[in-house]
């Protein structure tokens, strides 16, 4: 199939099914089929542009992109001017041939692992519409799930990528802080990373392997790192030593979620894996978790038109008042407790190459 067949197919299916689901709030089909055909002209010639050239994308809005406007699923927002630039992850997708094919949904300015918004109303979950896709990245796991963007760019700091991936049954990935170039920063500062959402694991290898190329407007990136992110993905997971935690150590996980991540350690051991069952060794880190997500919801909020915060998600303006209440001592507390947990972490996989543990402790649950 050429480009533009692929980018055809996407928008009958995104026409076909979005409409139960909401996965997209804005398809530019005329963008996506002009840039399809330059796509299709490069192939023709023999000279594709990268390792995504023609391949629908889309793209959480509350990620610039050039020459278009993000909403945040915000109503304060939609009158804000077309952005001057993209954002890292979309500037290398672009650079790779990637065709932008649409915006995919978020709760107002990606507050909650839910994915409604006052501006956009309800993303629903593909397998079951009466159920939430979780969130932020709701719209794009939806739109991966049901096979309406083959490549999705999602943010993750509290969950984002990583709720919506296991709600939907699609593969996502937090990348470490630092290995995909971000800009601009979050207004929850260190805690939001970039990372894709596709349907396999190769997929978002590859998105991966554009998305940490470099960028000089990220002064928090790492050094650039050649790796090539599918390396391996073949080798299977023989002879690794694996810890399992079934609940991290302090969280309540519902049967259901608990059978299922049993057998997939099954899996992994009859896979030739040496499984342990152990503790990652840390208490449930939601109080160092809210200082800084709360404490940021507060910097987001003051940033507003205060005269019209009531058009705003009454939920993100609480949090954002509990952060008031904030102290800089409390602040500073909560980053000692996070640099001692990432201590921790790095010295028990000394001893483990994986951990596997339930990504949430429910199932998904009814969207309202």
Same mark, same amino acid.
């Given at each position: ?10 928008? &009958? ?36 542009? %990268?390792? /995504? *050239? ?7 809005? !509350? ?8 909403? &945040? ?14 954002? =890292?992850? +979309? ?14 949904? $978020?709760?107002?300015? %990606?507050?909650?692992?839910? /994915? ?17 896709? %979780? ?32 709600? #939907? ?31 396999t694991v190769e997929d978002a290898a590859m998105?991966?392997?554009?998305? +940490? ?11 650039y790192d050649p790796w090539d992110f599918r ?14 935690? =079934? $609940? @991290? ?12 991540? /049993? ?9 030739? /894996? ?5 503790? =990652? ?16 919801? #507060? ?7 205060? *005269? &019209? ?20 001592? *409390? ?11 990432? &201590? ?10 994986? @951990? !596997? ?5 429910? =199932? ?5």
């Amino acid at each position: 199939m050429s480009p533009v067949d692929v980018v055809k197919d996407a928008l &009958r299916r995104i026409d076909a099914v979005d409409g139960e689901s909401n996965a997209f709030c804005r398809v530019d089909e005329d963008g996506a089929l002009k840039a399809a055909k330059e796509s299709e002209d490069r192939w023709m010639k023999g000279s594709p542009r %990268g390792l /995504a *050239d023609g391949v629908p994308l889309g793209v959480k809005d !509350i990620i610039p992109v050039k020459g278009d406007v993000t909403w &945040r699923g915000s109503k304060l927002t939609p009158e804000s001017p077309p952005e001057r630039f993209d954002a =890292p992850a +979309v500037a290398r997708m672009r650079e790779h041939g990637a065709v932008i094919i649409g915006r995919t949904t $978020t709760p107002e300015h %990606g507050w909650k692992g839910l /994915a409604d918004s006052p501006l956009t109303g309800i993303t629903r979950n593909p397998w079951d519409t009466s159920k939430t896709p %979780g969130g932020s990245s709701g719209g794009a796991a939806a739109a991966a799930a049901l096979g309406m963007a083959h490549l999705n760019i999602g943010t993750d700091g509290g969950g984002s990528v990583r709720i919506p991936a296991g709600f #939907t049954g699609v593969f996502g990935i937090k990348p470490t802080f630092g290995r995909a170039p971000v800009y601009p920063p979050s207004a929850m500062g260190t805690l939001s990373h970039v990372g894709p959402l596709t349907r396999t694991v190769e997929d978002a290898a590859m998105m991966l392997n554009i998305m +940490v190329l470099p960028d000089p407007r990220d002064w928090h990136a790492l050094p650039y790192d050649p790796w090539d992110f599918r390396t391996g993905l073949d080798l299977g997971v023989r002879h690794l030593s694996v810890a399992f935690s =079934p $609940t @991290l150590g302090y969280a309540k996980v519902d049967p259901e979620v608990a059978a299922i991540v /049993a057998n997939a350690v099954k899996v992994f051991e009859d896979q030739g /894996a040496m499984v342990e069952e152990v503790d =990652p060794g840390f208490d449930d880190p939601m109080d160092m978790f809210n200082k800084h997500w709360f404490r940021g919801a #507060t910097r987001l909020i003051d940033k507003q038109p205060q *005269d &019209r915060l009531g058009e705003m998600n009454p939920g993100l303006l609480a949090i954002a008042e509990e952060g008031r209440g904030y102290t800089i001592d *409390d602040y500073m507390d909560a980053m000692d407790a996070r640099v001692d947990l990432g &201590r921790r972490m790095n010295l028990f996989h000394e001893s483990y190459d994986l @951990l !596997i543990t339930p990504t949430l402790a429910v =199932p998904a649950f009814d969207v309202g």
